[in-house]
């Protein structure tokens, strides 16, 4: 796959919001301050006392001062979470009954004269309920694997906060950022009412490039704890042989997985890169304690393998796998106590395979291996950061792209030197062993590999149990690549390979995603949401079983390279009364965060442009490129370079 982009990090700035001040219940200051002299003529503001943060009770006055210098005359500009508040333009701002509503939000003070513009420091407001912490958002919304579930569906059911009446550019918008070092290439994670330090939290967690876990509040934004992963001596991997689909740095790429249940708190496992003095390259898996960052019991461990093979890079009847050669770009799985990983190159750079390694989540032992292409080359597996797919019964799907395909076939239609490149693969995961049971791959494989033409861009959804007008119930999952085609495999028999020109596979619907694609697909309610390269977002409907051939809506704008990773957010599934939301990332200058409604992709909701003077805007940056938005409790959370933004209602 020789054109692989990183995950579109779209860096975010947000405005410094001022810090609440202390207030009794009658909303007076606490502490009184002499203002200061007289400035000297034409001086820029300056600030002597800054607002300091304000913890009331539910109905109590909260009150935010300033005490500012410089020439005469000064004026003042409130702002709650980066936006401007009507009216509030004096030397302080009063909330005379606050709400739990108001629990988390920021402000801060422009103060402005005629030398110059001064905005103050950023504070936060906690509301409690009684004397106690304010009622938490409910446990339901946890993001713990990348597009939500191990069928990749990118749907996040339990968004009760969040509805197409609320998420406009008046009542939402940008609403604060969670600062980091390095780019956010992988997909934040979300754990719900966990215990760190004796207190509840809502938790976000972070990877970037650097090498770096971070962990925040999800309400207050307020950093819980952060970790290097990095060994003594050590850097994050560099451009290795000069290529540049990850960069400046290579640390972790890919999305962390989270079990809540692994470890006496929960465990966050993730992969990380990096390099020694000497020159040498590693690659370790990590296994992070959820309410501390500690290493737990057996972690790190060190990824290197060995398979039977005469393939690229083998010595002895043995494939190996060269850390230098590889990057961890597919997310993560967990499945059954297992985290798996799969493996991609850099810049197609020879001489590499394509392999599968499991670990035991208790020892961080290895505990399964397989190799794709172990007697040819090639056969990596990118998928644009989306992740292995899993099943009920143990079974893991994905994406293999170009590389060698073995056309002389055994009795049960297997390649017979077991070599699957630009394949839709099965493997099972029972015994100890990994192997490929069922697959389908295009009868021009050859030809699509030659071209680079693969499916290896593409991510994989499997979909839940569909019936046919008949009543026979369908197991099936639907993936694409750059040939522009959508494929929908029967996962209970894929179609395998027939060199006679006929695929023979459930449904393949031709020219569907003219732009190829280099995302993953969303499903919610019937429907296939795919974004291709410079093409519309488009939702396919499913009905008795089959996936219509044209889209039943689109978006108004289109996606540059590398299309868009969609994510959806609802109330259930009941319609109509589901909110289904449809939120995608558009790459370029400046990013752009997009709401569609789910059952109309024509209505948009939102986008980050819309909002007078730039209030929602972030940059982006050409090293990352696909980002899959995550949403959780009323808030969407977007990775950029050394920041995730965060979105949500602004009141």
Sequence with gaps: ???????????????????????????????????????????????????????????????????????????????????????????????????????????????????????????????????????????????????????????????????TVNVNSILFGKIGTLGVQGNVDAEPLYVSNLTIGGTTHNVVFVATEQDIVYAFDANSLSQLWSVSVLGAGETPGDQVNGCGQVAPVIGITSTPVIDPSAGSHGTIFMVAMSKDGSGNYHQRLHALDLTTGAEQTGSPATIQATFPGTGANSSNGEVVFDPKQYKER?????????????????????????????????????????????????????????????????????????????????????????????????ISTSGSALAVTDYFTMSNTDSESDDDVDLGSGGAVLLPDLKDAQGTTWHLAVGAGKDHNIYVVNRDSMGKFNAQNDNSLYQQINDALPGGIWAAPAYFNNTIYYGDVNGTLKAFPIANAKLAVAPSSHSMNTFSYPGTDPSVSANGTASPATNGIVWAIENGGTGVLHAYDASNLATELYNSNQAPGGRDQFPTNGNVKFVTPMIANGRVFVGTPNAVVVFGLLQ
């Excluded at 009184?32 to 001086?43: E, K, L, M, Y």
């Excluded at 069928?151 to 996040?156: C, K, L």
């Excluded at 597996?381 to 099943?391: F, H, K, Q």
Aim: proline share 7%.
């Design 1 to 163: 796959m020789k054109s692989n982009a990183r995950s579109v990090l779209l860096g975010a700035i947000f405005a410094c919001v001022c810090a609440a001040a202390g207030c009794r219940g009658s909303g007076e200051s606490k502490s009184t301050t002499t203002p200061p002299p007289s400035p000297p003529q034409n001086t820029a503001p300056t600030i002597s006392t800054q607002p300091i943060n304000v913890t009331v009770n539910v109905g109590q006055a909260a009150t935010f001062s300033v005490v500012a210098a410089g020439t005469a005359p000064l004026s003042y500009q409130w702002q709650r979470n980066g936006a401007n508040i009507s009216g509030a333009t004096s030397t302080s701002f009063t909330i005379p009954a606050t709400a739990t509503t108001d629990d988390g939000a920021t402000f801060d003070v422009i103060v402005s004269n005629s030398a110059g513009t001064l905005t103050s420091n950023l504070a936060t407001l906690t509301v409690s309920s009684g004397g106690s912490p304010p009622p938490r958002p409910p446990v339901g919304a946890m993001v713990l694997t990348w597009h939500n579930d191990n069928s990749r569906t990118g749907q996040n059911l339990n968004e009760t906060t969040l509805t």
């Design 330 to 426: 597919a997310s993560l799985l967990a499945l059954n106590g297992v985290v798996y990983t799969s493996w991609a190159s850099h810049c197609d750079d020879a001489p590499y395979t394509g392999w599968v390694i499991g670990y035991s989540e208790t020892t961080m032992q290895q505990a399964r291996v397989l190799n794709i292409t172990p007697n040819g080359s090639d056969g990596a597996i990118w998928m644009s950061g989306a992740g292995l797919n899993a099943d009920s019964s143990g079974n893991i799907y994905f994406l293999d792209a170009n590389g060698t395909f073995d056309n002389t076939l055994d009795a049960n239609g297997l390649p017979v030197s077991g070599d699957y490149g630009n394949t839709f693969i099965k």
